[in-house]
């Protein structure tokens, strides 16, 4: 079994308002330093596949067929195995 | 020449269905999210609304229901199909459109009339409202910044793929009218072929003078008319 950890996050240059808010937020707690901020979403997934080659395969197939909008969205993600 | 409004939940189908149904007085049926055929239909619509409840992204899971890969097919074969609001999130999830949608610019949901200039007058959607004429509609949306890039863009440009811009009263594309920051204040776009349309702001809302106003009744009205100039040989239907 593995555990996959998704990070979803808007590409380069893709307007972020949730980010834009979030950061005028902390400036406005007076968090002068905070240079950017940048959201994101985080999927966990838990796959019962015996081994890491097409675990990983199964990610990306995930990501790319419904996770991420990858007209506007980037991702990366960590595959960790797992006891049953 | 049948309608068909796909149901998904968290969608305002009863809106669209309505206005067919009671509005028009032509045939309309439901469609089912878990729909694996899709027959005797000629225009399908996908309504406005929160399917799913817009987990995800806006349109996002709708977009991969069994009833989507029909419709593709259906588009694929010339079937009208129609995605108002949530609708329009989700061909462009599907592909059916090109592009994709942001979160509004200001960060707040919208919802008031807006203006709309005619961009296309020439497709199934829009055959009964005047190239450049000035119309209005509702929007509610916080979704609904349209994103493509710049070479998308060109290409929608040159192919008169952009059916509807946001404008002011006087039909000045100007940014001060663009209510959630689209790219060339875009409101609506179609495919190459013209037979699928995706639109943000919502015709079924505005389709009774009782409503504020009925420029949208001439949307649904333009199918007819090119179902009929399509069936009887180029003759124009009058009302």
Known sequence: MFEAAVYVTLKKGILDPEGKAVKNSLRSLGYEQVEEVKSGKLFLLKLKTQDRKTAEEEVRQICEKLLVNKVLEDYTFELREVGR | ?239
């Open chain 2, 1 to 239: 020449m049948k309608f068909g409004v796909v149901f998904f939940p968290g969608a305002n189908a009863a809106d669209c269905f309505y206005v067919i149904d009671q509005v028009i007085g032509h045939p309309v049926s439901s469609i089912q999210p878990e729909e694996r055929e899709l027959v005797g239909f000629d225009c399908v619509i996908l309504p406005g609304g929160f399917s799913y409840g817009d987990y995800l992204r806006a349109g996002a899971l709708a977009g991969a229901a069994p009833v989507v890969e029909q419709i593709a097919d259906f588009a694929e074969q010339g079937g009208l199909v129609l995605g108002i609001g949530n609708g329009f999130q989700i061909l462009l999830n599907a592909g059916l459109l090109p592009g994709a949608m942001r979160k509004n610019e200001n960060f707040r949901f919208c919802c008031r009339d807006v203006f709309l200039r005619v961009e296309n007058s020439r497709t199934p959607f829009t055959n009964r409202y005047h190239q450049g004429e000035v119309i209005k509609y509702p929007i509610a949306h916080g979704e609904g910044n349209y994103y493509v890039d710049a070479d998308g863009l060109a290409q929608l440009e040159q192919n008169g793929q952009v059916v509807f811009r946001y404008c002011n009263e006087d039909g000045e594309l100007i940014p001060a009218a663009n209510p959630d920051g689209s790219v060339g204040n875009i409101a609506g776009i179609c495919n190459v072929k013209g037979n699928v349309l995706g639109l943000m702001p919502h015709p079924e809302r505005c389709s009774e003078e009782i409503l504020g106003n009925a420029y949208g009744l001439r949307l649904f009205l333009s199918v007819l008319d090119w179902w009929g100039i399509h069936t009887q040989e180029g003759v124009m239907t009058d009302e």
